[in-house]
Nanobody, 126 residues
Framework: QVQLVESGGGSVQAGGSLRLSCAFT????????MGWFRQAPGKEREGVAYISTSIDYKDYAASVKGRFTISQDNAKGTLYLQMDSLKPEDSGTYYCAADLRGIRRFPPDADDFEYWGRGTQVTVSS
């Protein structure tokens, strides 16, 4: 069974950093399309960053470009999101997601992903 488990969330002051991890099993990560999403209270879930190593593709939401970096370690079976220069508006629940079927629109949206983790909370205080 495909499973994704996020970790690394927490509380940090504005300007600080966090590194989120997503451990995934039961599929070949090098052939998957992976993404990070977040959802703030009272707001819709939004895409943050995407990666596919098979097609050498990465993309980021405009609000996080230059501050966040998505990467994955295929040997460890782990997806990462390095978050630097954090702002209060970055707060929310962060989810990792995977699709094994093939993404057909770029950038993708949440409906394109088959599998989801349960999320990890990020709180950035001013």
């Amino acid at each position: 069974q495909v499973q994704l488990v996020e970790s690394g969330g927490g509380s940090v002051q504005a300007g600080g950093s966090l590194r989120l991890s997503c451990a995934f099993t039961r599929f070949t990560v090098s052939r998957a399309f992976m993404g990070w999403f977040r959802q703030a209270p009272g707001k819709e879930r939004e895409g943050v960053a995407y990666i596919s190593t098979s097609i050498d593709y990465k993309d980021y939401a405009a609000s996080v470009k230059g501050r966040f970096t998505i990467s994955q370690d295929n040997a460890k079976g782990t997806l990462y999101l390095q978050m630097d220069s954090l702002k209060p508006e970055d707060s929310g629940t962060y989810y990792c997601a995977a699709d094994l079927r093939g993404i057909r629109r770029f950038p993708p949206d949440a409906d394109d992903f088959e599998y989801w983790g349960r999320g990890t909370q990020v709180t950035v205080s001013s």
